[in-house]
C-alpha cells in the first residue's frame, strides 16, 4: 500500500503501553493505513531533565507527521515539571479540545442513559494564558485574555464539527452577564457564525446554569463549545454524570497538528496487570481515522466495540450483572477484532462514511479584520497604597501637574471609592485610578501617558501598572466602574 | 418586648410581595422579635430612574438596620440596568454568600438523597471586579484579582461557620494547578487557616473534578469553600442536583450588614395567584434569625417547616405522590403555623440553640501583615502590532536605547514566541515584551519605566499596558512565560 499515513506514536507511561498495544492491534487489523512513528515522552523523559516531559526530537516528528496518537503519562512529582500537554497544545496551537461524553447504559452506571454531548473547548487561551502578577502586598492578578481569532476559529470549529457529523444543536456557554467585553466577545463570534449556520439550532446558557443544567439533564444537549476554562469544568461534569472518565477519548484539534488521546491518566497502579480498559485509547484512535480521512475503518472499530459492549465482554472496570466474558486488556482487543464487522444491537450503529467529517477539521482560516479606528481616551493607573482611604489618594492625585489629564475615579477591587464612597467598602492597598482628558476635546497620547506617570514618580506615588483606554471605531474599548 | 431586632425589609416583585407575606406571619406567629422596616427596591424603583434599583432613602436603612430580609426582584429588560444584588454586595461588603444545598427526598426529587452541603463562595473579588478592557483589534481583557484579605475572610467564615454549625469538613476548590499565585494565594490562604481548626477535616480539589464530584456524589461534601466564579457555578450545580432552586434560601454576610434571600426569582408569570412556594425565604428567613441571636426561634420555625413537608402539605411546585394536602402559598404557612413546636420525624432535627451560631458570623477582623519589601526587577510592556512577526518587534525592541532595560522575552496569548519560538504558535496583534535590567546588579526604579516608555514612543511603538514586575520579600512575583 502506498497510502500510509504517518502518524506519531506515544506508549506512555503506566497502563499506556499496555492499552496503546491493544489499541495498535485493532487499528492493524480493521485494516488502518498507518505508518506508526514511535517517540519517548513521559516520566522516564522528565527524568532525564527535559522539563515539558518531552525531547527536541520529538518535537521534529509530530511536527512532520502531524498526527499524534498519544497515551497517558506519568508527570513525576515535585521539580517544577511542566504540563507536557499544555506545552504541546499551545505550541503547536491546538485550539480545540473535543471530548464527545456518551452513556453507555446499561453497561456504564448513569442516571441519563441518553446522554450523548460532544464539548468542544476553546484550548488556548482565557486565564489558562499564565499571565499572572503580584502587584502588591495583598493583591494577585491573573489575566484573562480573549480574543477575537480565539472566538472565531473555536466557534468556526464547533459548527463545522456539528454538520460534519450530523448533530443538530450547537450551545453556547459564557458568563457575558458579568464579563460584557471579554465573554461578550466569543457570544457575539457565536451570533456571527451561527448565521452561516442556518441548519443548525443555537442556543446560549450562562454558564452556572448551564453547568447546574449539564449536571442534572445532560440529554437536553448536543454540542456545547465554551470558553477553556467553563470548557475544563463542564467537560469533567459531562464525563461523569455520562459515568466516569474511563471510557472518554479526546481530540485536541490545531490547524497544523492534531492530537489524540484518552481523557483518563495512566493509573500506575494497575499498570502491567492487563487490567486497563484500552476504550478511551480507542475511541480516541477512531477520532484519529476520522481526521485523517479513513472514515470507514473508524465505522468498522467503532461498531466493532460497540458490539464487544453489548456482549459482554468486559474489562474489570465494566464487570458486573451484564458481563458474559471477563477479560483483561489483550482480551478485549481480541474481542474487539473478532467482531470487526459486526453492527450493535442495541446502541445507535456509528458511520462516518457519509459524514464528510475530515474536512469539518479544515476550516477556513482566520482572517484578520481591518483595523478599526482605535483613539486614546485615558489612562487607568493602578497604585500600591497601603495607607490612607480614598479621599487621601484622591487629594493627592488631583494636585498633580499633569496638563493632559485629570482623575476621574478611583475604585478599589472593582468598587468606586472615589469620588462618592461608602464607609462600609472594603479596601486593599490596591487602588485602580483613572484619568480622562483635562478638556474632553483634547487630543491625547502616549506621550502624556509618560507625562502623567512622571508626575506620580515626582509625587513618590507607587504605580505598578497602567492600562490604557481606548475607543475602537468611537466604541468605547472599557468597563465603566461598579458605581460608576 | 424592648428588645426588638430592627430588621430592613423589600417585598419586592412578582411573587415577592405574597412569599414575603406569608414569610413575615411565620415570623410572628413564631414569636420572633422584630421590629421591620419596609423599603422600595426592584422594578418600580429602576423604572422612576435609579439605576441599581433602590433608593437612597433604602439605603439609610440597610445602614442603620443592618439586617436585610429580601423578596426576590424582576430587573426591567434593556437599558442598562444595573443589577441590585451586585450593587448591594460590593458596596456593604457582603464578602461570604452562603447557601446550604439539601436534599428533600422523597417530597422534591433527586438521586442523591442524602445530599446536605453548604456552599460558602467569596462574594466580592475575582473576574467580578468588573475591569475589563479592549487592548487591541483583537483581543480583550477582563482583570481577576484575589487578594490577602478577600482569602481570608471568606476562608475564616467557612471554618467558623463550620465550627458553629457542628459541621465536620470543609473542602476547598481552586484551580492551583494552573493559576498558581491567585488561585494558590486562596489555597495557600486555607493551608494557613485550616491549621487553627483542628477539630475540622479538609480537603482540597482542583475545581474541575471537584464541580464533577458534586455533579455524582455531592454527599460526600460538607462545606465547601471557593472563588467567586467557581462558587457561582458549583452552588448553581448542587442546587440543581439537589432537586432544584424552589426551597433555597441565602445569605450574604459583611462585616457591617447582611442579606438574606431565597435564590429562585420573581416569577412573574404566577405572580398574585397564590401559587407559589415561600419555603426558600422563610428558610433564608430562619438563617436571618441565627445570624441575629434569635436561635430559638429559628429551630421551631425549622422544624415546623419539615413537619409540614413530611406531612404532604405541598405548594403547586411539589405536589405529586407524597402530597395529601394541596395548598396555597398562605395556606402553607398556615400549616407550618400550625405545626410551630412540632418536630420532623423523618428528616433529621433542626437545632440552632446550641450552635452558638450567631458568634461565628463575627469573625475576627483581617489584619494588615507588614509590608514585604518590594523591589522592582523588570517591566511587562504590552504592545499593538497588528503587523509583523516576533522576531520583527524583537529586533525594533532590541535597537531601543535603554540605559535601563533590556528585552529578555516576548510572549502572544501567554506562549513564548522570542527568543526560539515555533512557527505553528498563533499569534494575535497583543504582544507581551519583559524587560529586565540590562545590568543585574542594577537597581531599577519608575523612573527607568518612563524612560523605557519614552523610548518606546520615540520609536512609535504603540504600548497599551504595562505591568511591573517586583519581587516581595526576595520572592518573585510574576508568573514565568509558557516555554521560558
Known amino acids: 500500500m502506498n497510502d500510509l499515513t504517518p502518524i506519531t506514536v506515544a506508549r506512555g507511561d503506566g497502563i499506556g503501553p499496555e492499552i496503546m498495544d491493544a489499541v495498535l492491534r485493532v487499528l492493524q487489523a480493521a485494516g488502518a493505513r498507518l505508518a506508526p512513528e514511535f517517540i519517548d515522552i513521559g516520566e522516564k523523559v522528565y527524568l532525564a531533565g527535559n522539563s515539558a516531559g518531552i525531547a527536541p526530537s520529538a518535537w521534529d516528528s509530530l511536527r512532520t507527521t502531524r498526527v499524534f496518537l498519544k497515551a497517558p503519562i506519568t508527570t513525576p512529582q515535585g521539580g517544577g515539571y511542566k504540563s507536557l500537554n499544555v506545552t ?55 489575566l484573562k485574555l480573549i480574543t477575537r481569532p480565539g472566538c472565531e476559529k473555536i466557534v468556526r470549529y464547533a459548527f463545522a464539527y456539528a454538520r460534519a457529523h450530523g448533530r443538530k444543536k450547537v450551545t453556547c456557554m459564557t458568563k457575558d452577564n458579568i464579563m460584557k467585553m471579554s465573554d461578550g466577545l466569543f457570544h457575539k463570534v457565536f451570533d456571527e457564525i451561527r448565521a452561516e449556520y442556518p441548519d443548525i439550532a443555537t442556543e446560549h446558557y450562562i454558564i452556572d446554569i448551564g453547568a447546574a443544567r449539564l449536571a442534572t439533564r445532560p440529554e437536553v444537549f448536543d454540542v456545547i463549545v465554551t470558553l477553556n476554562l467553563y470548557g475544563d469544568i463542564i467537560s469533567d461534569i459531562a464525563a461523569e454524570v455520562a459515568g466516569g472518565v474511563g471510557l472518554g477519548g479526546s481530540a485536541n484539534i490545531g490547524e497544523h497538528v492534531a492530537m489524540f488521546e484518552a481523557i483518563h491518566g495512566s493509573a500506575p497502579d494497575i499498570a502491567g496487570k492487563d487490567m486497563a480498559n484500552p476504550s478511551g485509547l480507542l475511541l480516541s484512535a477512531v477520532m484519529m481515522l476520522v481526521h485523517i480521512g479513513q472514515p470507514e475503518v473508524a465505522t468498522r472499530i467503532h461498531n466493532a466495540w460497540l458490539a464487544t459492549l453489548e456482549d459482554g465482554v468486559h474489562t474489570p472496570d465494566l464487570q458486573g450483572e451484564h458481563t458474559c466474558q471477563p477479560v483483561g486488556t489483550q482480551a478485549f ?14 446502541f445507535k450503529v456509528a458511520n462516518y462514511a457519509n459524514d464528510n467529517a475530515a474536512p469539518a477539521l479544515v476550516i477556513p482560516r482566520y482572517v ?19 495607607q490612607g482611604t480614598a479621599d487621601f489618594l484622591a487629594g493627592q492625585l488631583s494636585a498633580l501637574v499633569t496638563p493632559a489629564f485629570e482623575l476621574q475615579m478611583i475604585t478599589n477591587r472593582g468598587v468606586k471609592v472615589w469620588p462618592g464612597g461608602f464607609p462600609e467598602t472594603f479596601c486593599t492597598d490596591h487602588w485602580r485610578c483613572r484619568f480622562v482628558p483635562r478638556l474632553p476635546a483634547r487630543t491625547v497620547s502616549n506621550v502624556d501617558v509618560i507625562a502623567l506617570m512622571q508626575a506620580l514618580a515626582q509625587r513618590q506615588i507607587d504605580f505598578i501598572k ?7 471605531n468611537d466604541e468605547r474599548g472599557y468597563a465603566l466602574g461598579q458605581g460608576q
Not at 333 to 346: F, S
Request: with cysteine; net charge negative.
Open 368 to 386: 484578520r479584520q481591518a483595523p478599526a479606528k482605535k483613539e486614546l481616551v485615558g489612562v487607568d493607573v493602578f497604585v500600591h497604597a497601603p
Open 88 to 142: 504541546v497544545r499551545k505550541t503547536l496551537g491546538l485550539y480545540a479540545n473535543v471530548r464527545p461524553c456518551v452513556a453507555y447504559a446499561p453497561f456504564v452506571a448513569t442516571h441519563f442513559p441518553k446522554m450523548d454531548v460532544v464539548i468542544v473547548r476553546e484550548n488556548e487561551e482565557d486565564l489558562y494564558a499564565g499571565i499572572e502578577h503580584r502587584q502588591t502586598d495583598e493583591v494577585y492578578q491573573c
Open 466 to 472: 497602567t492600562e490604557h483606554l481606548c475607543t475602537f
Open 333 to 346: 482487543a481480541d474481542g474487539v477484532i473478532a467482531r470487526l464487522g459486526a453492527l450493535p444491537q442495541r
